[in-house]
């Protein structure tokens, strides 16, 4: 008995996983579309805009969920592993830095990697600290 409601439970958080992270996928693939033409083409900045949104937000998710907002543990798997793991593309960033390595643009992929990193903490953190006032 206890097997078959484990059993349940899982393909429950699957599902909601599935779903958020098809929403995310989408949603990822959306964005650098509206954006394009909007910055300057110094790095690749749709990739980039997408993954500090997307620290933002599981900043935020997680910091409403250990707020004891009531987030359901369904809703906190779908916002965070299903729509920010589907939303965020860290193997997208890594290629596109190895591409500006191998053409020689050292200093915008010095830029690009450094600045989506320290930039996604700060976002993660301000998501948190959002979430504190709302």
């Given at each position: 008995m206890k097997m078959c409601i484990f059993a349940k439970d899982m393909l429950q958080s699957i599902f909601y996983i599935a779903i958020g992270g098809a929403l995310g996928s989408v949603s990822r693939w959306l964005l650098p579309k509206l954006l394009q033409g909007t910055f300057l083409a110094v790095f690749?900045?749709?990739?980039?805009?997408?993954?500090?949104?997307?620290?933002?937000?599981?900043?935020?998710?997680?910091?409403?969920?250990?707020?004891?907002?009531?987030?359901?543990?369904?809703?906190?798997?779908?916002?965070?592993?299903?729509?920010?793991?589907?939303?965020?593309?860290?193997?997208?960033?890594?290629?596109?830095?190895?591409?500006?390595?191998?053409?020689?643009?050292?200093?915008?992929?010095?830029?690009?990697?450094?600045?989506s990193v320290v930039l996604g903490i700060v976002a993660v953190y301000i998501g948190m600290s959002l979430s504190r006032v709302i």
């Open positions: 690749p900045m749709g990739t980039m805009t997408v993954n500090l949104l997307g620290c933002l937000l599981i900043g935020f998710f997680y910091g409403l969920a250990d707020r004891g907002t009531g987030m359901s543990e369904s809703w906190k798997l779908f916002l965070t592993v299903g729509f920010c793991g589907g939303f965020t593309t860290f193997s997208t960033f890594c290629n596109e830095t190895l591409t500006l390595l191998r053409t020689q643009q050292l200093w915008q992929a010095a830029t690009y990697s450094g600045g």
